[in-house]
């Protein structure tokens, strides 16, 4: 089993998740994150006032599947959340040792 962590700007969300969706992807975790990495923030102007925006808001996916569904997931968050421009994001891949699902106590790809 492997994780996917996806960091990607926000408004690719719905296009990402539709296209998991298309290939059988049924879970995973959004959360709202900031950072930065060769886009290194931007300055923006306020009230008159010029400041330094250094952390830029995205949205990170975490997603656990089969081995088998891996390469499929990672062209799918490819081919939908790429613009071509910088901050398009990071895809994270890693190895999963275990899973149990609480409620029916389930594990490994039975629990995904």
């Known amino acids: 089993m ?46 008159g006032a010029e400041y330094a925006v250094d952390f830029l808001p995205k949205v990170k996916l975490e997603i656990v599947i089969a081995d088998d569904v891996l390469q499929q997931c990672i062209d799918a968050i490819v081919e939908t959340a790429q613009t071509g ?14 899973v149990i699902r609480i409620r029916t106590g389930e594990e490994n790809e039975e629990a995904i």
């Open 2 to 47: 492997k994780k996917i962590e996806a960091i990607i700007k926000p408004f690719k969300l719905d296009d990402v998740r539709e296209a998991l969706s298309d290939i059988g992807i049924t879970g995973m975790t959004v959360t709202e994150v900031r950072g930065f990495g060769r886009q290194k923030g931007h300055t923006e102007l306020y009230r």
């Open 85 to 98: 421009k910088i901050g398009d994001g990071k895809i994270f891949v890693y190895d999963v040792a275990h």
